[in-house]
């Protein structure tokens, strides 16, 4: 019953390093996303992918890539970390059907400095 | 332009009282809204959605109302308890102008039951 696992938990990075964060869901989910909160704002979608083999821009996807492994799994690169991009980064999945809610991870938060 | 808006950063309540989360939204063509609760180094979880065809919807102390006239919905918690204490975040979501569904959420509310 692990749900969305996302790894690392914690990550502190320098300026102009890369990095890779992971997401993996065991609930046979066809769509997932990433998401990054900052503080006193919602969750922005940086990129999604609908069903294995797809990845579509989000609303904040400037800097990031992202690969949707197979089914399961769905990571996050930053080629070029920036201070800008120090956040918490929750990965979410959703089962097909209207109604579905999006399951999260509990998150990786991630200091660039 | 935010497209829903949850207006109130804060809330405080006395324990067994009534928690009324409120959220506000613009676009006449969200089908689904959801509120999702989140506690400090977790992820948020669901908590209870409703469809734009419906105007209220009801799960044990949890009830969320929608009124598509005003584009406003409102979360009712009754009775309110300590666990309850969490940033409560209201989402929305259309398949309309290409948003596949996608989620937008508002910037929380972060709600404190007090004992």
């Known amino acids: 019953n692990a749900g969305v696992t996302q790894t690392p938990k914690f990550q502190v990075l320098k300026t102009g390093q890369s990095m890779t964060l992971q997401c993996a869901q065991d609930m046979n989910h066809n769509s997932m996303y990433w998401y990054r909160q900052d503080p006193g704002m919602g969750l922005r979608l940086i990129y999604y992918s609908a069903s294995e083999g797809t990845t579509d821009k989000g609303e904040v996807p400037n800097g990031y890539n992202v690969s949707r492994l197979n089914k399961r799994e769905f990571s996050l690169r930053l080629e070029s970390a920036a201070p800008s991009q120090t956040s918490v980064y929750f990965c979410?999945?959703?089962?097909?059907?209207?109604?579905?809610?999006?399951?999260f991870g509990d998150g990786t938060r991630l200091s660039i400095l | 332009d935010q497209q829903v808006k949850q207006n109130s950063p804060s809330l405080s309540v006395q324990e067994g009282r009534i928690s009324i989360l409120n959220c506000d939204y613009t676009?006449?063509?969200?089908?689904?809204f959801l509120w999702y609760k989140k506690y400090p180094a977790e992820g948020p979880t669901f908590l209870i959605s409703i469809s734009s065809i419906k105007d209220k919807n009801e799960d044990g102390r949890f009830t969320v109302f929608l009124n598509k006239s005003a584009k406003h919905l409102s979360l009712h918690i009754v009775p309110s308890q300590p666990g309850d204490s969490a940033v409560y975040f209201c989402a929305a979501r259309s398949f309309y102008g290409g948003s596949q569904g996608n989620l937008i959420f508002g910037k929380g509310t972060k709600l404190s039951v007090k004992p």
């Open positions: 676009n006449s063509m969200f089908d689904y």
């Open positions: 979410a999945s959703r089962a097909a059907g209207g109604g579905q809610p999006q399951h």
